[in-house]
């Protein structure tokens, strides 16, 4: 069984810098794919990056592209998610998942995945 638990929200200020961090027990990170997803007040959950088991291969939502990077430390079990100049629509619930299958390079769609966090809130002010 797979436990990922999401950390590092909060609130931050427009323009502002925000790490989360994503940590897996329960089998090896390093063989799987990894995604983060947010989900806004009465929107419906959203792809925002993905990167490959190896860390080598990463996608982006449209809307954080640039400004956001995903990464991932497989000796630690963690995929981090930095987030920099951040804007009053960034503010979500961000979950953390783990893609379906082995050695994946990160898929853009929550049926891709099949392990997810509870979430962190993020709160950007303006």
């Known amino acids: 069984q797979v436990q990922l638990v999401e950390s590092g929200g909060g609130l931050v200020q427009a323009g502002g810098s925000v790490r989360l961090s994503c940590a897996a027990s329960?089998?090896?990170?390093?063989?799987?794919?990894m995604g983060w997803f947010r989900q806004a007040p009465g929107k419906e959950r959203e792809f925002v990056a993905s990167?490959?088991?190896?860390?080598?291969?990463?996608y982006y939502a449209d809307s954080v592209k640039g400004r956001f990077t995903i990464s991932r430390d497989n000796a630690k079990d963690t995929v981090y998610l930095q987030m920099n100049s951040l804007k009053p629509e960034d503010t979500a619930v961000y979950y953390c998942a783990k893609e379906r299958g082995h050695a994946g390079l990160g898929s853009r769609t929550q049926s891709g995945y099949d392990y997810w966090g509870r979430g962190t809130q993020v709160t950007v002010s303006s």
């Open positions: 329960g089998s090896a990170l390093r063989l799987y794919a």
């Open positions: 990167c490959s088991y190896t860390g080598r291969t990463s």
